[in-house]
């Protein structure tokens, strides 16, 4: 393949605009980049979006689109697959015979969270819910189909200044009312849908990736401190004018449709050796996202 494009799949979602914002930034030597909203490049409708894959004949696409309605999913179960499986498998299958690389993003919902220490790319997985299930079935197409020329990055808790995420529903509710309850017996670690960017970025660069990575912002800790973080940083950065109280609650107390790992910390230790992207600590990169929302 001699062309040099960059697409990119799910462009108005979290990841979608941290990448596109990261290019006007610093673009990659040497590339050309296009990210496409759904209206674009619907990946669902399969048969058109590889007839416009092959009319753009991209270099490297990053799927960034995903059915990421993780409660909603459990009563969706074929609108998740077809987006987070059978569209992947589509796209592995298109990246493998038109040489083309592949960089996929999936999810810590691959895990059940039965572990206590960091979930290692090999380690098992066994997820309790269907759009984890649909992640894994993704992953599994890709490792069929396109294994020698792609890449899958597993994340959890991903937010930025865009979108939906965690961050912004707490600021909300944080100005909205009195007091909030957060899940404490849920451990993960948030990621910055920057920080994420720039590790597909530095791939890109090197242009030597294969197998499964890992990604986040290196962190362990529950939803309930990830919300006390983010309203000492809100007064901090002038946000929000005062403090709530929060208090801790458990999952049982907070039900939800899909199941949700106890545990979910990912070993990002192959994704660090491998590549040069710059590495800002959880509470440094929750600090560029809080100033950003700020500034707004
Ligand atoms: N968010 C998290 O906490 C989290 C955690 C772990 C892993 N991940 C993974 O990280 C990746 C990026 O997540 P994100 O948070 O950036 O997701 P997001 O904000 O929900 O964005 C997903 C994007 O995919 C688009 N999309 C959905 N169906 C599509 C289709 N058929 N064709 C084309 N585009 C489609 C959506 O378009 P519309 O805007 O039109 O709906 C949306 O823009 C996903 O693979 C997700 O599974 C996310």
């Known amino acids: 393949m001699t ?10 979602g979290q990841l979608g605009q941290a990448l596109s914002r990261l290019w006007a930034e610093s673009p990659l030597p040497e590339y050309q980049f296009k990210a496409l909203e ?47 499986a059978q569209a992947v498998g589509r796209i592995a299958a298109w990246s493998a015979e038109n040489d083309a690389k592949l960089i996929h993003i999936s999810t810590d919902f691959v895990f059940d969270g039965s572990r206590t220490t960091p979930y290692g790319v090999d380690h098992q997985t066994n997820p309790l819910g269907v759009y984890g299930v ?24 991903l937010y930025c200044e865009y979108g939906n995420n965690f961050v912004k529903t707490m600021l909300r509710l944080m100005k909205d009312r009195d007091q909030l309850s957060v899940v404490n017996d849920q451990i993960g670690s948030p990621t910055s849908a920057h920080g994420l960017a720039s590790l597909i970025f530095a791939m890109i660069l090197k242009d030597s990736y294969s197998g499964v990575y890992h990604w986040t912002d ?28 929060i ?50």
């Open 218 to 245: 290196g962190a362990s800790i529950s939803w309930y401190e990830f919300a006390q973080e983010i309203q000492d940083q809100a007064i901090q950065e002038g946000l929000l004018s005062k403090a709530i109280p």
């Open 3 to 12: 062309s040099s494009l960059i697409v990119v799949t799910g462009a108005s």
């Open 247 to 296: 208090s801790p609650i458990s999952t049982s107390e907070y039900p939800t449709p899909a199941q949700r790992p106890a545990y979910s910390v990912l070993d990002r230790s192959r994704a660090m050796a491998g590549f040069e992207c710059p590495v800002i600590d959880w509470k440094g990169q929750l600090n560029l996202v809080i100033k950003e929302l700020a500034r707004e």
């Open 38 to 84: 759904r209206s674009e490049l619907d990946i669902g409708q399969a048969d058109a979006a590889i007839a416009a894959l092959s009319e753009l004949k991209p270099a490297v696409i990053i799927n960034a689109a995903a059915y990421t309605q993780v409660d909603k999913a459990e009563s969706n179960n074929q609108a998740a697959h077809l987006v987070n």
């Open 134 to 157: 649909s992640k894994l079935a993704g992953e599994q197409e890709i490792q069929t189909l396109a294994s020698h020329c792609s890449a899958i990055i597993r994340t959890s808790w």
